[in-house]
Every structure is written in C-alpha cells, then in structure tokens.
C-alpha cells in the first residue's frame, strides 16, 4: 500500500458525459501527478500541481483540467468524454517540487461506452 | 523531443537466474532516473533511482548501471523470483520538469 488514495476504482460511462477522478496523497506530500495508462500509449504525464499550484504539464487535452485543493487532495476532471479516453488514471504524490520519488495509487479504470 | 525507449518488449528467464532490463534515453541534458515495477492491476512501484552524477547504484536484489556516454540504463535483478514478474519502466526526469516514461518491458519468471 503506497498510502496513495483514487475513487473510484472503476467508473463507466457514456460518451459526452463528464466524470471527476479523486486523489488524496500520503501524508506529507506536496507534490500530486496524474497519468494515463492506456494499452498503445503507456505511462503518459498529464500534470503536476505542487502545493496547491500547477507546477507542469504534459499531454493533458483540453476537454481534461485538475486542481489541487488546500488539503492538497486533487481532482481530474475529464469532459466531453470520447471512447479513447477509456483508460487507466493513476495519480502519485512525492515530498517535493521534482525529482522526488513518487508513489502511486492503485488507479482508477474509466471505461466509456 | 526527448525520449525513452526500451530495446526489449518482453523478457522471460528462469527463475533464480539473474535478469536484466535495458532502456536508452535521448535528452543527454537528463539527470535523474527511475526503475518502477507495476504488478497487473496495480500502481507502479518505486524500485530504484540514480542521478546523473553515479554510475551505478545497488539496491536490495536490484542495481542500476547509467551510461551516459550512450545514453544507456539498465536494471539488474539477481537471482530473479515468480514476484518479480511484472512490467518494468524507466523514467526520465526530463530535466526536472516531469517524467517521461518508456513503454515498458514484461518480465517473466519461468519455473
């Protein structure tokens, strides 16, 4: 157990629909990322937010944002969803800003439909 | 863009033999590297790391060579066991600003 939290662990939907992903890190970390697992793409980074404030981003479409709240737990948000964002999305944490090791959670399965 | 590539996309070897995983990496500027195992349907797992400034670091069971003259890293698993079989990724720090992963490499542990 990494002490890293995601709910749901499984969501299905329908294509067009919005959902929302929950992260809580482990205690004492500053640091939230999400990624996308999905079989043709790997581990791809979305984005970082570090104490509250994005710190980077990577492949994150438009139709996807985040934020990370005081409580430093986060969201994803994924809108007008398409049947190729069926994925895994995992979210880790880690102490600092960057190169840190980061622990991931045991993730969460979107299927669309 | 930088990248990081695996040379092999599966692996099997006999269990208590040694194993070892390569991956090449193109962003010469990148100093920091990470070995995670991810076991089917969980998180990946922090193995081992080393920055740019070693050449090699060992861990329990686990070492990583960094070649960066070809831009090279390997993980070495001594002695591999049925838990070890598993995806494995490198990932580059990109230069501190976020990770980039290879597409991995399936271990697998024969009996």
């Known amino acids: 157990d990494s002490g890293v939290t995601q709910t749901p662990k499984h969501l299905i939907t329908a294509t067009g629909q919005r959902v929302t992903l929950r992260c809580s890190p482990r205690s004492g970390d500053l640091s939230v990322y999400w990624y996308q697992q999905s079989l043709d793409q790997g581990l791809q980074f979305l984005i970082q937010y570090y104490n509250g404030e994005e710190r980077a981003k990577g492949n994150i479409l438009e139709r996807f944002s985040a934020q990370q709240f005081p409580d430093l737990h986060s969201e994803l948000n994924l809108s007008s969803l398409e049947l190729g964002d069926s994925a895994l999305y995992f979210c880790a944490s880690s102490v600092g800003r960057a190169q840190d090791t980061q622990y991931f959670g045991p993730g969460t399965r979107l299927t669309v439909l | 863009g930088e990248s990081v590539g695996l040379h092999l996309p599966t692996l099997s070897v006999q269990e208590g033999d040694n194993s070892i995983i390569n991956c090449a990496y193109s962003n010469s500027a990148s100093d920091y590297f990470i070995w995670y195992k991810q076991e089917s349907g969980k998180g990946p797992q922090f193995i081992i790391d080393?920055?740019?400034?070693?050449d090699k670091r060992q861990g329990q069971r686990v070492t990583v060579l960094l070649n960066k003259t070809v831009k090279h890293l390997s993980l070495q698993i001594a002695a591999t066991q049925p838990g070890d079989s598993a995806v494995y990724f490198c990932?580059?720090?990109?230069?501190?600003?976020?990770?980039?992963f290879g597409p991995g490499t399936r271990l697998s542990v024969l009996p």
């Open positions: 080393i920055r740019s400034n070693m």
């Open positions: 990932a580059d720090d990109n230069y501190g600003q976020n990770f980039v």
